[in-house]
């Protein structure tokens, strides 16, 4: 099956959805985000979900999160506000089983500065739920865009 793609089927007279790999969930939320769709993401969080961003300075929504409420409000809110443009690109997926790394491109835009670079960001899973959520890049190249450090 690939991404983005979800199958139903019938066994006897019971719907049942096939059984979708860590990594697939991840790729699946990607998609969401992508899209705009927070609500499949936060869904997708353990109730004392772990959200780490990049101690950026001049990002809104850098540090740690607890919780899907908190992730909702004081992370995917704020980004739409940080930059002009923010565009993330999935290039390569590790499956470690209950961890699973994206390793990709970002690139942000704010009042003529511009930054792509590579990011990493790695998915914590246990019983089917998000755990811990941890995203590495270019700090020093993020914090000149958003016109923090020259």
Excluded: C
Excluded at 29 to 40: D, H, K, T, W
Excluded at 74 to 83: K, L, S
Excluded at 113 to 122: G, I, L, T
Aim: glycine residues 12%; proline residues 5%.
């Amino acid at each position: 099956m690939s991404s983005g793609q979800l199958r139903f089927a019938r066994s006897g007279s019971e719907a049942y959805v096939p059984h979708m790999s860590n990594l697939e969930k991840v790729q699946e939320l990607y998609g969401a985000f992508g899209r705009g769709e927070i609500e499949p993401v936060l869904a997708a969080l353990a109730p004392d979900v772990e959200w780490v961003e990049g101690d950026i300075e001049g990002l809104p929504y850098r540090g740690v999160h607890h919780g899907p409420e908190a992730v909702g409000r004081d992370v995917f809110a704020q980004i739409p506000g940080a930059y002009e443009s923010f565009e993330l690109v999935p290039q390569e997926w590790v499956d470690g089983g209950d961890t699973i790394v994206m390793l990709g491109r970002v690139t942000v835009r704010l009042d003529g500065r511009e930054s792509s670079q590579s990011v990493a960001q790695v998915w914590k899973f246990q019983d089917g739920k998000i755990t811990r959520f941890e995203s590495f890049q270019d700090t020093l190249a993020t914090a000149r865009v958003l016109g923090a450090v020259a």
